[in-house]
């Protein structure tokens, strides 16, 4: 199945998936290159566009909302299901780890996943309120919106994504607070240039499931901006997502045996 860049996108392949959440105010071409990598190497990918993206900034604050994208989320595994499909592997960018760790902890029949450079435990502590309304200005540039419309966008954002982001930051503090419901081996990913977030987050978050029992693949790259999919740590990361999913989907068939 094709799809235009940042639509949602289906790939088939075999029969273990993977599902790839993209982050905040971005689409599926956050994800769209590595789920192309995993279809080549057998996997089923799918990559929802959340609620409210791929167009106007303002849709996002407009039509978007943690519920929305939860419920996104549970839809993009319900047809994975229905399709016959019961090994799923759930992996998010940023907003989308958050969206992943959640069904990790609420879906103990997920055989795994984890988070691309994804702030669970210092959501707080991001730069998303600045860079969010500089992406918009961005955007309104690039189709050429009137000046005087894109002043009053950006005016409208600036006094609602803060309480988007409040919803967000609440839900991340939600997830910390259950991190003992997630059992399966847990990725992270985290580069150490992150302008996003703290860049120290995934190795907190790293050590607090370690200290609970929960198996830890955690990757660190030192150079990497945040967004790992895309950038100068894509290829490393990819590796070792495939590293992470033969180990996996290996431990789940020899449980099913």
């Known amino acids: 199945m094709e799809t235009y860049a940042g639509e949602s996108f289906y790939f088939k392949g075999g029969r273990q998936a993977v599902v790839l959440l993209h982050a905040y105010s971005g689409n599926t071409n956050d994800v769209r290159m590595l789920g192309r990598q995993l279809q080549q190497h057998g996997y089923t990918v799918l990559g929802p566009l959340f609620t409210g993206h791929g167009g106007d900034f303002c849709r996002i604050i407009q039509e978007g909302s943690t519920d929305a994208w939860w419920a996104d989320t549970q839809l993009t595994i ?6 016959g499909i019961n090994q799923i592997a759930v992996f998010g960018l940023s907003l989308g780890g958050l969206l992943a760790t959640r069904a990790l902890e609420n879906d103990p ?18 730069n998303v309120p600045e860079y969010f309304p500089r992406l918009a200005d961005r955007y309104y540039r690039r189709i050429k919106l009137p000046v ?21 930051q609440a839900m991340a503090k939600q997830l910390s607070l259950h991190l003992g419901q997630l059992k399966k081996p847990f990725f992270i990913a985290q580069g150490g240039q992150d302008e996003m977030i703290d860049p120290h987050s995934g190795a907190q978050l790293a050590q607090q499931l370690r200290a609970q029992g929960t198996p830890v693949d955690y990757h660190f790259y030192p150079n990497a901006t945040h967004l790992l999919t895309v950038n100068t740590a894509h290829r490393q990361l990819f590796a070792d997502v495939l590293d992470y999913l033969h180990n996996l989907f290996e431990v789940s068939d020899d449980k099913n045996k």
């Open 148 to 168: 005087d419309d894109e002043k009053k966008k950006l005016a409208w954002i600036d006094q609602h994504l803060p309480d988007q982001l409040a919803d967000i």
């Open 109 to 126: 029949q997920l055989a795994g996943g984890g988070i691309f450079a994804s702030p669970i435990t210092t959501w707080g502590a991001s």
């Open 78 to 83: 319900r047809r994975l299901r229905d399709s």
